[in-house]
């Protein structure tokens, strides 16, 4: 169990400039969340995967993030056209579960932290 | 929606003795999980402890225990005996069954002091 690793853990880009982060959950999670934190604020739930399937969208994810998990092992994150207000931390976590999701206890990365200049 | 409501941005104790988080929360779902998280400083973050709402008997791990007051949408952290390592942002947070919608509070910082 190497736990959840996410790529790469600093990112600084230009306004304007596509990124894109890479999470690796646990070996076996059939989860995957996506937050995004900003500084003195808690996560913001993003998106969440079971499998390969996108099964939530918040409204926060905006249509210039795609959040994508082909094949339900890693999962990449992208921004378009990225705006100052992207600067954040994006954590990513997985779970493993066959029942109810919410009851799952999420192992988190260490972040991906985003600067947009 | 959910919301989740920590009003205390910072806390301190001394080590060995006890502190306790506060956490208020607002549902409408029937059912819905509790959680607190530790987030050490530059480190990932781990969950401290669970309660899940069906549940009248509150959740207990080693020096961590909640009161969950599911009338008054309530449920604090007690930490007992604190060490140095518990040093940490913690942050309440709360999720539907099917695990679509999960809320975070905005973090309490604790502080042990030697």
């Known amino acids: 169990d190497t736990g959840v690793s996410q790529d790469p853990r600093h990112k600084i880009t230009k306004r304007g400039q596509n990124v894109t982060f890479r999470c690796d959950p646990i070996s076996e999670h059939n989860r995957l969340y996506w937050y995004r934190q900003t500084l003195g604020q808690g996560p913001e739930f993003l998106t969440y995967f079971q499998n390969e399937a996108q099964l939530e969208k918040s409204r926060l994810l905006s249509d210039r993030f795609s959040a994508e998990r082909p094949k339900g092992s890693f999962s990449t994150l992208e921004i378009q056209r990225t705006e100052q207000g992207d600067s954040a931390m994006y954590l990513c976590?997985?779970?493993?579960?066959?029942?109810?999701?919410?009851?799952?206890?999420?192992?988190f990365g260490p972040g991906t932290r985003l600067t947009v200049l | 929606a959910q919301t989740v409501t920590q009003s205390q941005p910072e806390m301190s104790v001394q080590e060995a003795e006890t502190v306790t988080l506060s956490c208020t929360y607002d549902?409408?779902?029937?059912?819905?999980?509790l959680f607190w998280y530790k987030q050490p400083p530059s480190r990932q973050m781990i969950l401290v402890i669970r309660?899940?709402?069906?549940?009248?008997q509150n959740a207990t791990e080693n020096r961590f225990s909640v009161n969950f007051q599911k009338a008054a949408k309530s449920f604090s952290l007690k930490i007992s005996d604190s060490q140095l390592g518990d040093a940490a942002m913690y942050f309440c947070?709360?999720?539907?069954?099917?695990?679509?919608?999960?809320?975070f509070g905005t973090g309490t910082s604790l502080t042990v002091i030697p």
């Open positions: 947070a709360s999720a539907s069954p099917t695990g679509n919608q999960f809320y």
């Open positions: 549902t409408s779902e029937s059912d819905y999980y």
């Open positions: 309660q899940e709402a069906y549940k009248q």
């Open positions: 976590a997985s779970s493993y579960g066959r029942g109810l999701a919410g009851a799952d206890t999420q192992y």
